[in-house]
């Protein structure tokens, strides 16, 4: 069992910045693939960003490249997502999710772990 606690949310500006963790309980952390999803007002939730159990390899929504990064420290027990150049079309709840194959995926039902979510609002 996995628990997930994202931090880091907020209100900001649009061009604005903001960094989100992900603090996962358990010493399998390092095992798991990690991704961050999205849920805006009346919206299903859609994929981010995810990064597999090493942080070799990350993968991005097209509506973010460029200026989210996605990174982990295997050794915190912890994900980031660094967002950058934020837009008003950003605003959502944000959640991380843990993948027990450790390869990170962009399907939502790949995902075994969830965690509780932040907001994230960006005013124009």
């Known amino acids: 069992q996995v628990q997930l606690v994202e931090s880091g949310g907020g209100a900001v500006q649009a061009g604005g910045s903001l960094r989100l963790s992900c603090a996962a309980s358990?010493?399998?952390?390092?095992?798991?693939?990690m991704g961050w999803f999205r849920q805006g007002p009346g919206k299903e939730r859609e994929f981010v960003a995810a990064?597999?159990?090493?942080?070799?390899?990350?993968y991005y929504a097209d509506s973010v490249k460029g200026r989210f990064t996605i990174s982990r420290d295997n050794a915190k027990n912890t994900v980031y997502l660094q967002m950058n150049s934020l837009k008003p079309e950003d605003t959502a709840v944000y959640y991380c999710?843990?993948?027990?194959?450790?390869w990170g995926t962009g399907v939502v039902r790949r995902y075994d772990y969830w965690g509780q979510g932040t907001q994230v609002t960006v005013s124009s």
């Open positions: 999710a843990a993948d027990k194959t450790g």
């Open positions: 358990g010493r399998t952390f390092s095992t798991y693939g």
């Open positions: 990064i597999n159990w090493s942080g070799g390899s990350t």
